[in-house]
């Protein structure tokens, strides 16, 4: 019997009786490596920005009769209203009224208002012709007001410095009330009438006029 042995490079063979060769490398098993990933874009997550805190001037409620005037202002926005501001009621305008519009240009009659105190956001007040933010003749027309008149309220209504008048709010375009017609009287109570005990101040007001 032949026994013999044949070193090939680093693999040993060994055969009985019969030779039967050595392996070759390419009958050597072979080690397949996975493919690398592919990497995963990361998409960076938007952040909405925040909207800055602003107060916003309404006019809510409206009533009028031939000897006086009530006009609900409210600020819905989220800060409070910190600027003297105007608000004038129009009675048969002759127009939409807007903002810096001289009301002796184009309505016959006027009750104006001079607010220069603070309003918080969500707060509400109550201007009438006998409280204290009233400005009579000749800021206002005088008595009698017409009754079944076409009448609009406008808040914030002047300011000759500015496109927007004086208070920076979230929305500029609800400013304006109406139209709604006026009575002789109120249903169910009586308006008070003009009449104050003390001028109203015209401190931070804007001036009504343009120089």
């Known amino acids: 019997m032949s026994v013999g042995r044949l070193v090939c490079g680093c693999i040993v063979c060994v055969w ?46 409206r009533l009028s009769t031939t000897s006086a005037v009530t006009v609900t202002v409210r600020n819905q926005g989220t800060a409070p209203v910190t600027e003297a501001f105007w608000v004038d009621v129009y009675f048969n305008p002759t127009k939409t009224p807007a903002l810096n519009e001289p009301w002796d240009t184009i309505a016959s009659h006027v009750a104006v208002w001079g607010v220069t105190d603070p309003i918080p956001a969500g707060s509400s007040l109550a201007l009438t012709t006998s409280g204290q933010y009233y400005f009579g003749p000749p800021d206002s027309s005088a008595l009698p007001l017409p009754v079944v008149a076409n ?14 008048g004086a208070v920076p709010e979230s ?38 006029k343009a120089d």
């Open 171 to 208: 929305n500029e375009g609800n400013n304006l009330f109406g139209l709604v017609v006026s009575t002789a009287s109120v249903a169910g109570g009586v308006l008070p009438e003009v009449g104050q005990s003390q001028p109203a101040s015209r401190q931070g007001l804007p001036p009504r």
């Open 16 to 61: 009985l009786l019969t030779l039967t060769g050595c392996a070759t490398p390419t009958d050597q098993a072979t080690a397949t490596l996975p493919s690398p990933a592919t990497p995963t874009a990361v998409v960076p997550t938007s952040v909405p920005t925040p909207t800055p805190a602003a107060p916003d001037l309404v006019v809510v409620t």
């Open 151 to 164: 009448v609009y309220s406008l808040v914030d209504s002047v300011d000759y410095s500015t496109t927007y």
